[in-house]
């Protein structure tokens, strides 16, 4: 059975940092790209960062460039997102999701976890 669990969310005040994890199990983790997105109220969910099978290649919306940090650890089956400096806009429900390729369109995404709050007070 295929698992994706988010957790490390919560509130957090402006300019806070929060480490976000996925554990996975029941897929090939170490043959797929991780990625995260994220969907705030009223919004399509958006792209936020992606890594490649062995984590050497990274890829990040423009929006938490810098601030944010993606990496994975393929001998636990986990991706992780740092984020760092957050702001009240990064508030959203943030999830982690596979596929065998990267790519930053959501559809094109076919595993996924259910996601976990971030909130970010101003």
């Known amino acids: 059975q295929v698992q994706l669990v988010e957790s490390g969310g919560g509130l957090v005040q402006a300019g806070g940092s929060l480490r976000l994890s996925c554990a996975t199990s029941?897929?090939?983790?170490?043959?797929?790209?991780m990625g995260w997105f994220r969907q705030a109220p009223g919004k399509e969910r958006e792209f936020v960062a992606e890594i490649s099978r062995g984590g050497i290649n990274t890829n990040y919306a423009d929006s938490v460039k810098g601030r944010f940090t993606i990496s994975r650890d393929n001998a636990k089956n986990t991706v992780y997102l740092q984020m760092n400096s957050l702001k009240p806009e990064d508030t959203a429900v943030y999830y982690c999701?596979?596929?065998?390729?990267?790519?930053?369109?959501?559809?094109?995404?076919?595993?996924w976890g259910h996601g976990t709050q971030v909130t970010v007070s101003s």
């Open positions: 029941g897929l090939p983790f170490s043959n797929l790209y």
């Open positions: 999701a596979g596929r065998p390729r990267g790519s930053v369109y959501s559809a094109e995404w076919y595993y």
